[in-house]
């Protein structure tokens, strides 16, 4: 049953570092959101504490656009 719980807790911790770290670099200031902002926010949440160990992930992505 700990153990559950202790693995929540160290995720936790972990997705907070990673917020912390996204914050650090200013990704929550833009006001002009797009799908690779978000996606970048998002992959630096997950990286956690990798994030100060170099760990610096992008994400490009492109919207198709609609036929005319």
């Keep these: 049953m700990r153990t559950g719980s202790i693995g929540g807790v160290v995720l936790l911790i972990w997705l907070l570092i990673g917020a912390i770290a996204a ?3 200013g ?3 833009g ?3 797009n799908c690779a902002e ?3 926010i998002a992959v630096t949440v997950v990286a ?3 994030n100060y160990v170099g ?3 992008k ?3 492109t919207v198709p656009q609609p036929s005319k």
């Design 23 to 25: 914050a650090q670099r």
């Design 27 to 29: 990704y929550f200031d």
């Design 38 to 40: 978000v996606g970048t």
């Design 59 to 61: 994400v490009n992505c």
């Design 48 to 50: 956690g504490p990798l």
């Design 55 to 57: 760990v610096n992930p």
């Design 31 to 33: 006001s002009d959101t």
